[in-house]
């Protein structure tokens, strides 16, 4: 059996009462964030997403290889008791959470598949919730296997974009989470066009909204907004 992986996703807010802070106030709250970050039994990494969006002011992306399901239980009440230490000067905008399987479309794993355990992230990444229509599910297999198989096609015409798929079907409002690594957001935009031109574009149900965000160290990001 392949190996599950688990990804959970949340888009803080400072709050008000932050920006309201002293400047020595402020940063130990940063201060206190980052600390209690390393405490978590999870893979993270941080993303600042203002000014891309106005909804949040950054992203933590933690994994955790999901081999019993206590070890996500666990997680869940981990983060829990650090997200509550934090209420007072962050808020959780949104959550989106989900796990790893062996796609029902291609055989092995592909080479532009992200590591989320792996320290050498691209500069940018974006990552949005998609689910398909209950029409696609309706298909024949051999029919969905070839307008995937254009998909994946499509896909390997942009081999420095990398992808991670985490499915959360009946755990969450949407069927998957996607997630793309990236050097050029010119790029990445060039492939979405192109995917949105294949047959397999008539079964998107919902594919919003787009969170777009640019990679840097914990504390680098925890400095944007000092």
Known sequence: MAERIFGHFTFYKFTNQYWHSTAQEREAVRRNFLNGLQQLPSHSHLYQVFPLNADCDFLLWTSLRAEENTRVEEFFANLTQFMNLQREHLQAVRIWWGYTRPSDYSRGKSAQEIDPFDDDRRKNL??????????????????????????????????????????????????????????????????????????????????????SAIYHSPQETMDLFR
């Not at 974009?161 to 989470?177: A, N, V």
């Not at 050029?184 to 397999?200: G, I, K, N, Y």
């Open 126 to 211: 974006t990552i949005y919730p998609f689910t398909k229509t209950a029409d696609w599910y309706r298909l024949k297999r051999d029919s969905r296997q070839g307008m995937m198989n254009e998909h994946i096609r499509i896909g390997h015409q942009y081999p420095h974009i990398k992808q991670l798929l985490l499915y959360s079907t009946g755990l969450q409002d949407q069927e998957f989470i996607v997630v793309y690594e990236l050097d050029d957001f010119t790029e990445f935009s060039s492939l979405v066009s192109d995917l949105r031109s294949s047959d397999a574009r008539h079964y998107t149900q919902q594919d919003t909204p787009v969170y």
